[in-house]
């Protein structure tokens, strides 16, 4: 079983992840991805979803052409956890 973040590890993970927001009702971490065109973005979600499977941590998310919608939350956990802090990172990682 997976632990939710404590409040203090919480706010420590926000103030790290400067693009990500919080999602007080779902109890993850919410971040828009804009790209030039529909074939960047699905380019981007492949590249996201390789990264799922190796982490077997999976994102809620939407594509509408130009912009993708990522969600990370932890339902074993009940909310926020240490694996949505390393999927956000690794995923921001895709883009230096």
Do not use: Y
């Not at 203090?8 to 971490?29: P, Q, S, V």
């Not at 990370?72 to 690794?90: P, Q």
């Amino acid at each position: 079983m997976v632990d939710p973040l404590s409040p203090e590890e919480r706010t420590a993970a926000l103030d790290a992840l400067a693009d990500w927001d919080f999602d007080e009702a779902r109890d993850g971490i919410f971040r828009q991805f804009v790209f030039a065109d529909f074939s960047q973005a699905f380019g981007f979600m492949t590249r996201v979803a390789l990264l799922a499977e190796v982490q077997d941590h999976h994102p809620e998310w939407s594509n509408v052409w130009n912009r993708v919608d990522i969600l990370l939350t932890t339902h074993d956990a009940g909310g926020l956890s240490a694996r949505d802090v390393r999927m956000a990172k690794a995923i921001d990682a895709l883009l230096d």
